[in-house]
């Protein structure tokens, strides 16, 4: 789903405004080259703001690079990783027991000292345990779920999901919030979109700066669309999602403009991780011609559609090869609110103010990783993978499969291959699609690898994991009993705790 | 190369001016995707003008293309291809004893009728012995060479290219017409950029209407690009030539405004067929997500990039999904000089112009062929393979891929396979790429096949193939002596005739 940052003052400065589409890919979008076109409200809003060319998640998958977003630092090392298996990715399921630290400084939280209303709509993924709350991480206000919208459960193996307004839950999902997976058909979106727009209002109406996080949950699988949009793309139910998000984005853009804001709010729209081709077609959007997908560490799975958008500001119908990362959103927001990152941290995210601004190009690395181990580095136009791995022969034996249609020999491995003394070297300009690996004795290799042990042996010396928040499971800790679910008579019988290592596959 | 097209009368007409980039993909240009985004010339023409996103070729290789292009019809109907083995790719290669034939009505023989001006700048590839000169085949001008710029060769088992200038060589490639391949330096774009800058002021100048071919050679492998682009692109040697092309395209659109034209001319860019992905990354192009390039009946191999532009009569930002064919260039080039297609014959393309001025959506189908065998067939979003095949095990085995990174079980095979019975179906919307072939016991397969047999049994029923051209090859055929020779110098020993079978591997 879709996530979204905002950030305002009355006069003379801003709102902030992300937009982050659950496993939208590059590939989704008109103005990114799908083949049929359907998304003419975020076309148009690039053609007015800055399209982001090189633009990355900081991991292929939603918690860890939703919580990369809202810290300005990697996974590793805000906790959002695991140690239970090596290079495995990992998320917050409902038997999650960690969530993000206390000790991690979100951005609503640093907003708020510069007297930002902060919300966020849709999906938090950052744990659903009390002091996980968004509320008690910055947040002013909620309006949506702890986590992804699977289901529907029987409430006995499996709680179904919980949908907060605020402290406290207001139903659940595939009960109170109908999904009909048969159909595809729910308004979701919908009720986001709205809960958008009357906080802008309210927001402008009484002149108090904002920060909106949008982060809804399509376009995750099970796939959804309200009735207005089913049957109306080319791509089947996948491209109805695809399509009423845009329609809900150009809203919200001409909502800014109706109010008369637009000039103060900085708008960027990106996603959390490449579309998983594992759901595609039906399921699962497009990453263009990059490599693989959602779960892996080849651009599909980490390059994203990104475009800012702040009429007056950002020259109109501007493209940047600057590369970023959502981790900038972190900095960038608190440079828009005249605000310093925090100071006792290693902070990963830039200011992109000065490539958005004055199209200037800053010299930084782009890390891949899954779980803690660093998989691949991009520097410059060079990407030089140090593993690689799809999933496991196990896995794909099941039908399981990352990279469908794409295999590429010695590349998208079902074993995890270690290139740490010879990386597999790509160079992303004329070989986007990480097809053709550069020869281990060209003079070319020989440069580019110099330059790129030096950045990766600093990267290495410097980092200091933090603790790893998602390496214990427990049933007992999951969605039986949020908040707020006596009034509703939703509250459900927790089991006994027995905490065990997750497991995680790939 | 290129090949362009343009029409025109004084006032109240047009020019007609289409740009085919051999071998340019449809993940080439900005508008369509390229993760580079360094088209911005083209990308301009597209937003002042309407994108075609299926928009295809009348064949996966270059000299039926071409044929189909100036003669509006199948290259199974006008000779171009081969009977010599099943479902081959056959071209004009030096030693190809056939070409268009007299029967053939050529789009310049018929604009002639209505007052036009003819010229074609680039790569002919109709035939090079003398009674297939474009001259003789309504062209009234001629700037460029009969074949693809290969090289260089030794005159002696090999005669390097000649270049023309109407009736007479001036010169030949790598002799008289220089193309680095070391450091890939060439400035023949530039000189076919002059020539069609030069035509199209001689035209407005002396008030007479005019069609320009312009088919320039790049970017065919050996891929080159004059001085002040080499280095200039992020994609390498291939993308330089692309910036160049693109360059040019700019410069003729901002030449047609610049003299007061534009509102009276036509312009159209496509190209002659995918990307050659057995020559990328540094000697080819991309076709975005679609599958496999040139050489085959995949989308990559046949769907093409399209724009057409007519400032003051084609909306601004307009993006057509009618199913196009370079064969609809004849037709609706007519059309725009209000001449009827010949009606003694069976026309294959169809005039655009109610999709391109009224947004209608015409009902059509697109067949892909390899030599005489109908492959596949498109009808709406759903397309049928009846035969698959990339290519020969023996081939592949040798390293020649014309899917590289892309294999889809089934489908990028390696025999020919006959799916007569039961056809492969695919629906383009959810699945361009070709990946996910519909469950043969699917309702939605039995309601499409029942569409598409009756659209494939009437096409054959009513298919009446030409006589093949390129079946026989013989050495002495070869530019030994092209008019004109004698003036230079430059006439070359002709070998004994010995006309065989062309072999055509794939």
């Known amino acids: 789903g879709p996530e979204a940052l905002l950030l305002w003052k009355s006069k003379s400065t801003f709102t902030s405004f992300g937009v982050f589409l659950l496993q939208m890919g590059w590939g989704d979008l008109g103005a990114f080259g799908e ?71 979100l951005l609503p939280e640093l907003l708020k000292k510069a007297g930002y ?46 949908v907060y307004k605020d402290w406290e839950m207001i139903g659940r999902y595939y009960e109170d919030f109908k999904i009909d997976l048969k159909t ?17 209002s309210k927001q402008q109406a009484s002149q108090q700066p904002f920060f909106l996080y949008w982060a809804i949950d399509a376009t995750h699988a099970p796939v ?27 809203k919200i853009l001409k ?21 998983a081709l594992i759901s595609a077609p039906k399921q699962g959007g497009s990453n263009g011609r990059f490599l693989c997908g959602k779960q892996t560490t080849f651009e599909g799975g980490m390059r994203e559609p990104a475009i800012a958008w702040w009429p007056g500001h950002i020259p109109a119908g501007g493209v940047s090869h600057q590369l970023g990362n959502v981790m900038d959103l972190f900095t960038t927001s608190l440079s828009l609110a005249g605000l310093q990152p925090p100071s006792d941290r290693q902070i990963d995210g830039i200011d992109l103010l000065p490539a958005i ?13 899954r779980g803690n181990e660093m998989m691949a580095v991009r520097v410059g136009l060079y990407k030089a993978h140090y593993w690689t791995w799809s999933n496991s022969w196990e896995e794909y034996g099941k039908g399981i499969d990352f990279c469908p249609g794409q295999n590429v020999s010695g590349v998208t491995t079902h074993t995890q291959e270690e290139h740490t003394n010879l990386p597999l070297l790509f160079h992303l300009g004329r070989d986007p699609g990480e097809k053709y690996p550069l020869s281990f004795v060209s003079d070319e290799y020989q440069r580019a690898m110099e330059q790129i042990s030096a950045v990766v042996q600093q990267h290495k ?14 049933k007992a800790v999951m969605n039986w009993s949020p908040p707020g679910c006596e009034k509703l008579g939703k509250c459900l019988k927790q089991p006994e705790s027995d905490p065990k290592k997750c497991f995680w596959p790939h």
């Not at 595809?184 to 802008?200: K, R, V």
């Not at 009735?227 to 329609?247: C, M, N, P, W």
């Not at 601004?357 to 990783?369: C, E």
């Not at 010396?461 to 427990?474: F, I, K, R, S």
């Open 357 to 369: 601004l004055q199209g200037k190009l800053i010299d930084r690395p782009i890390f891949y990783y």
């Open 224 to 250: 959804y669309a309200s009735k207005h949009f089913l049957g109306t793309s080319q791509r089947g139910l996948y491209g109805d999602a695809v399509r009423e998000i845009d329609d809900s984005i150009g």
């Open 184 to 200: 595809g058909e729910a308004n979701l979106t919908q009720i986001y979109l709205q809960e958008a727009l009357d906080f802008i």
């Open 255 to 275: 909502h800014l403009q109706k109010l008369g804001i637009s000039e103060d709010t900085f708008v960027f729209f990106t996603s959390d991780n490449g579309a």
């Open 35 to 105: 083949p049929s076109k359907e998304t003419p409200n975020l076309d148009q809003m690039a053609s007015e703001g800055m399209l982001f060319l090189d633009f990355y998640t900081a991991n292929p998958l939603c918690s860890p690079s939703r919580a990369a977003l809202l810290t300005g630092r990697l996974p590793v090392r805000n906790g959002f990783y695991t140690t239970n298996a090596h290079a495995r990715n990992a998320y917050t399921p409902q038997d999650i027991v960690g969530g993000i630290p206390d000790y991690e400084l």
């Open 117 to 162: 209303t902060n919300k966020i709509i849709g999906k938090w993924h950052l744990g659903h345990r009390p002091q996980f709350h968004p509320l008690k991480h910055g947040f002013d206000e909620w309006f949506g779920s702890p986590n992804c919208h699977f289901g529907p459960f029987d409430n006995r193996a499996l709680p179904n999901i919980p």
């Open 461 to 474: 010396a410097t980092m200091v994991p933090g603790e790893p928040q998602l390496n214990v499971c427990d």
